[in-house]
């Protein structure tokens, strides 16, 4: 693994002045889009924010230093934070420090910087942490060859007059969601006069999906659920946290693991389990979830709508409510054709319920090489499942009985 070349650090604080004449002489503009640059996220909720942003506009000013690959240099000015205004990493390409491992998660992912056991022994944290400066990552290697040169052109020396760096990612919050999307609706609705407009805040969105096996469908016009203690549900994650904007998978590499559970339910179809499981009045419910690294927000929803909701997997409607009744009829476009199917009586799915749960069984992130494969249980681990693994693992030796 390998990190950034090197990085400049911008110290002290100037405020600029706006002037278009003197703008055209002094400032020289760096016109970059999301191909060219990445920067840190501020997020935020009620309780807490991390990430970093500008702290005032036009943006943080100040000295333009370059570091290279001093990382003893590096921490001297980050242990006085207030001296920094923004932080610059720069790829530089063949050149960059090897690392046997890095990932900016805590160690123990979810929990924090200290668990019963730390399964990622190589997180920093720095994701989590809320910092007082802006950071900015630049991709376009042309750029980066223009910062160094005019560090060493006009700062090398410390002399004044010295080159000010500005950066500027101003971000904008509000005191809950509500506030927050009501005021980027009006920022829209109430254009600039370059004709755009600022939101106030991003949603984070996402959606959970669930695929269930078998097919069960609900009977009439009441609400049915799968039976008590019936259901294992597989689940992995549909998304992950970056610490650069738009520049990397994520925090989480859970590709291999949406793979596997894709697997698993073409393994079920063709391998007739299916209807072993219908004869034994078994199901399995593949999920997947949005924004868990965010303190689990997308299994919380679920679990709450479970609870309080008739919505899992999808809103409980009666025949009567879909389509003006059981005799209607439905209309579906497919490009140049129309398929018209008439509608005797509506069965959608039958609800998921916390207390239909049996197992719950989380893919993480996993490889090819099964010496890496781990097993953690929130408190035991069931006989069932913990023989299934290790049944099916490459030898005993392999995972953790945790």
Same mark, same amino acid.
């Given at each position: 693994?390998?990190?950034?070349?090197?990085?400049?650090?911008?110290?002290?604080?100037?405020?600029?002045?706006?002037?278009?004449?003197?703008?055209?002489?002094?400032?020289?503009?760096?016109?970059?889009?999301?191909?060219?640059?990445?920067?840190? /996220?501020?997020?935020?909720?009620?309780?807490?924010?991390?990430?970093?942003?500008?702290?005032?506009?036009?943006?943080?000013?100040?000295?333009?230093?370059?570091?290279?690959?001093d990382?003893?240099?590096?921490?001297?000015?980050?242990n006085?934070?207030?001296?920094?205004?923004?932080?610059?990493?720069?790829?530089?390409?063949?050149?960059?420090?090897?690392?046997?491992?890095?990932?900016?998660?805590?160690?123990?992912?979810?929990?924090?910087?200290?668990?019963?056991?730390?399964?990622?022994?190589?997180?920093s944290?720095?994701?989590?942490?809320?910092?007082?400066?802006?950071?900015?990552?630049?991709?376009?290697?042309?750029?980066?060859?223009?910062?160094?040169?005019?560090?060493?052109?006009?700062?090398?020396?410390?002399?004044?007059?010295?080159?000010q760096?500005?950066?500027?990612?101003?971000?904008?919050?509000?005191?809950?969601?509500?506030?927050?999307?009501?005021?980027?609706?009006?920022?829209?609705?109430?254009?600039?006069l370059?004709?755009?407009?600022?939101?106030?805040?991003?949603?984070?969105?996402?959606?959970?999906?669930?695929?269930?096996?078998?097919?069960?469908?609900?009977?009439?016009?009441?609400?049915?659920?799968?039976?008590?203690?019936?259901?294992?549900?597989?689940?992995?994650?549909?998304?992950?946290?970056?610490?650069?904007?738009?520049?990397?998978?994520?925090?989480?590499?859970?590709?291999?693991?949406?793979?596997?559970?894709?697997?698993?339910?073409?393994?079920?179809?063709?391998?007739?389990?299916?209807d072993?499981?219908?004869?034994?009045?078994?199901?399995?419910?593949?999920?997947?979830?949005?924004?868990?690294?965010?303190?689990?927000?997308?299994?919380?929803?679920?679990?709450?709508?479970?609870?309080?909701?008739n919505?899992?997997?999808?809103? /409980?409607?009666?025949?009567?409510?879909?389509?003006?009744?059981?005799?209607?009829?439905?209309?579906?476009?497919?490009?140049?054709y129309?398929?018209?199917?008439?509608?005797?009586?509506?069965?959608?799915?039958?609800?998921?319920k916390?207390?239909?749960?049996?197992?719950?069984?989380?893919?993480?992130?996993?490889?090819?090489?099964?010496?890496?494969?781990?097993?953690?249980?929130?408190?035991?681990?069931?006989?069932?499942?913990l023989?299934?693994?290790?049944?099916?693992?490459?030898?005993?030796?392999?995972?953790?009985?945790?």
């Amino acid at each position: 693994m390998h990190v950034l070349w090197l990085a400049l650090i911008v110290i002290g604080d100037a405020k600029k002045v706006p002037n278009s004449k003197l703008d055209s002489i002094i400032y020289d503009y760096l016109t970059i889009d999301d191909q060219q640059r990445s920067f840190c /996220f501020r997020r935020l909720n009620q309780t807490g924010q991390i990430g970093c942003q500008s702290l005032q506009e036009p943006g943080n000013s100040g000295t333009l230093i370059y570091l290279g690959n001093d990382q003893a240099k590096l921490d001297e000015y980050l242990n006085d934070a207030q001296k920094v205004s923004s932080l610059i990493s720069l790829q530089k390409r063949n050149s960059s420090i090897e690392l046997e491992s890095f990932s900016p998660d805590y160690v123990c992912p979810g929990i924090g910087d200290t668990c019963t056991h730390e399964w990622n022994p190589s997180g920093s944290g720095i994701f989590w942490r809320d910092y007082s400066f802006p950071l900015i990552f630049y991709k376009n290697e042309t750029i980066v060859e223009k910062l160094r040169d005019d560090f060493f052109k006009y700062n090398s020396d410390t002399e004044y007059p010295l080159l000010q760096y500005q950066v500027a990612t101003f971000m904008r919050a509000a005191v809950d969601t509500p506030t927050c999307k009501r005021r980027s609706d009006l920022s829209e609705r109430s254009t600039g006069l370059e004709g755009t407009s600022s939101p106030r805040c991003d949603l984070y969105n996402g959606y959970a999906t669930f695929s269930m096996f078998p097919k069960r469908q609900n009977g009439g016009n009441e609400p049915e659920s799968l039976p008590e203690k019936s259901t294992v549900a597989i689940v992995t994650r549909s998304d992950s946290l970056a610490f650069f904007h738009s520049t990397t998978s994520g925090v989480g590499a859970h590709t291999a693991a949406m793979m596997i559970q894709l697997a698993i339910g073409k393994a079920l179809k063709e391998s007739g389990l299916v209807d072993k499981l219908e004869s034994y009045g078994r199901n399995v419910v593949l999920m997947t979830l949005p924004a868990e690294e965010l303190k689990n927000i997308g299994s919380s929803s679920v679990v709450f709508d479970m609870a309080n909701y008739n919505k899992i997997p999808v809103k /409980f409607q009666s025949g009567e409510s879909v389509l003006g009744g059981p005799n209607s009829s439905i209309r579906k476009s497919y490009g140049s054709y129309t398929v018209e199917k008439e509608i005797s009586e509506y069965l959608g799915p039958v609800q998921l319920k916390v207390k239909s749960l049996r197992h719950l069984i989380e893919l993480g992130q996993l490889d090819a090489n099964p010496e890496n494969l781990f097993l953690h249980g929130e408190s035991v681990v069931d006989s069932q499942v913990l023989d299934a693994f290790t049944r099916n693992a490459a030898s005993p030796e392999n995972g953790s009985r945790n």
